[in-house]
């Protein structure tokens, strides 16, 4: 059974640039969800995808967008970016039975937004 | 709104003696409440979980008990050793049943 992996573990981007962030769910999990981890702060939720839909959403605004594959793997894509997108982005699968409990995290994307 | 309150922020405590972390929530809807522990440039991993038709559940040394009515749930670590250092995280499941919401974390200091 292989983990979640996400990629890459590194990413300098400057302001105004887009970055995709990428995410390999674990084996037989059908949902992913993503969370921005900034310093010394718990994980904020950023979304959730079900069977290649968006199946809920936190308080982050339209340019945070997200897709997820037939093989469930997702993408975390993220428009006009600004200082404070610097963090790390974690990804989060499960398994989409009984209420999408026991989340199992990739290692996350550090970003740094100069 | 959703929220997770978590205290203390911090907490030192010498090997040997118990630790407790406390966790307020918001949405009395919420019906399952996990733990992260977070070392230092790792990811997040569950170390216990508790659901709301149980008070209590124990794990070896770590254990999480739940007062529903009062939407407060605790995680207590008994015997710290230093490998218990690390970051820890309460969550809570809100309705509908895609969203969990962490706290702000507490950050165990054991020292030997």
């Given at each position: 059974?292989?983990?979640?992996?996400?990629?890459?573990?590194?990413?300098?981007?400057?302001?105004?640039?887009?970055?995709?962030?990428?995410?390999?769910s674990q084996s037989?999990?059908?949902?992913?969800?993503?969370?921005?981890?900034?310093?010394?702060?718990?994980?904020?939720?950023?979304?959730?995808?079900?069977?290649?839909?968006?199946?809920?959403?936190?308080?982050?605004?339209?340019?945070?967008?997200?897709?997820?594959?037939?093989?469930?793997?997702?993408?975390?894509?993220?428009?006009?970016?600004?200082?404070?997108?610097?963090?790390?982005?974690?990804?989060?699968?499960?398994?989409?039975?009984?209420?999408?409990?026991?989340?199992?995290?990739?290692?996350?994307?550090?970003?740094?937004v100069l | 709104g959703?929220?997770?309150?978590?205290?203390?922020?911090?907490?030192?405590?010498?090997?040997?003696?118990?630790?407790?972390?406390?966790?307020?929530?918001?949405?009395?809807?919420?019906?399952?409440?996990?733990?992260?522990?977070?070392?230092?440039?790792?990811?997040?991993?569950?170390?216990?979980?508790?659901?709301?038709?149980?008070?209590?559940?124990?794990?070896?040394?770590?254990?999480?008990?739940?007062?529903?009515?009062?939407?407060?749930?605790?995680?207590?670590?008994?015997?710290?050793?230093?490998?218990?250092?690390?970051?820890?995280?309460?969550?809570?499941?809100?309705?509908?049943?895609?969203?969990?919401?962490?706290?702000?974390?507490?950050?165990?200091?054991?020292?030997?």
């Amino acid at each position: 059974e292989t983990g979640v992996t996400q990629s890459p573990t590194h990413l300098i981007k400057t302001r105004g640039q887009q970055v995709t962030l990428r995410c390999s769910s674990q084996s037989g999990h059908n949902t992913v969800s993503w969370y921005q981890q900034a310093l010394g702060q718990g994980p904020q939720f950023i979304f959730q995808y079900y069977r290649e839909e968006e199946n809920g959403r936190g308080n982050f605004p339209p340019r945070f967008s997200g897709l997820q594959f037939p093989n469930y793997s997702s993408e975390l894509n993220v428009n006009a970016l600004e200082l404070d997108d610097s963090a790390l982005y974690l990804c989060a699968s499960s398994s989409g039975t009984e209420l999408n409990e026991k989340l199992f995290f990739g290692s996350g994307t550090q970003l740094s937004v100069l | 709104g959703e929220n997770v309150e978590q205290h203390p922020s911090t907490l030192s405590v010498q090997e040997g003696d118990s630790a407790v972390i406390k966790c307020t929530y918001s949405d009395s809807a919420s019906n399952y409440f996990p733990w992260y522990k977070q070392e230092l440039g790792k990811r997040p991993q569950l170390i216990i979980d508790i659901r709301s038709n149980v008070g209590e559940k124990k794990d070896q040394r770590i254990a999480v008990t739940l007062n529903k009515t009062a939407k407060h749930f605790s995680l207590h670590i008994t015997e710290t050793q230093p490998e218990d250092s690390a970051v820890y995280f309460c969550a809570a499941l809100y309705t509908g049943g895609f969203k969990t919401i962490f706290g702000a974390g507490t950050r165990l200091f054991v020292k030997a």
